[in-house]
Nanobody
């Protein structure tokens, strides 16, 4: 059983930056392909970014390309999301996921493990 704990959310002004972390425990972190999802009020949960377990290949939603960077440190059992040039539409609860797959899964409801989420609020 893998436990995922997100941290680093908060309130930031438009154009600001935040660093999210997702700490994993209870499993072999390097075996999991990881991803970030987000859910804004009244909206469905959506894919943000993912990183594979083997080669660290990445994939991003079009809405965050060029602004967000996903990374992982297998030695620290942690995944990160660096968010730059934040916009009010980035406001959401951000969740991390872990899957025993080689490929990044962009669908929101088919993941092995979820964290509890961290709130990101971008003020205009």
């Amino acid at each position: 059983q893998v436990q995922l704990v997100e941290s680093g959310g908060g309130l930031v002004q438009t154009g600001g930056s935040l660093n999210l972390s997702c700490a994993a425990s209870g499993g072999t972190f390097s075996r999991y392909t990881m991803a970030w999802f987000r859910q804004a009020p009244g909206k469905e949960r959506e894919f943000v970014a993912g990183i594979t377990r083997t080669f660290g290949s990445t994939r991003y939603a079009d809405s965050v390309k060029g602004r967000f960077t996903i990374s992982r440190d297998n030695a620290k059992n942690t995944m990160y999301l660096r968010m730059n040039s934040l916009k009010p539409e980035d406001t959401a609860v951000y969740y991390c996921t872990a899957d025993l797959t080689a490929a990044i899964i962009t669908l929101p409801n088919v993941h092995d493990y979820w964290g509890q989420g961290t709130q990101v609020t971008v003020s205009s």
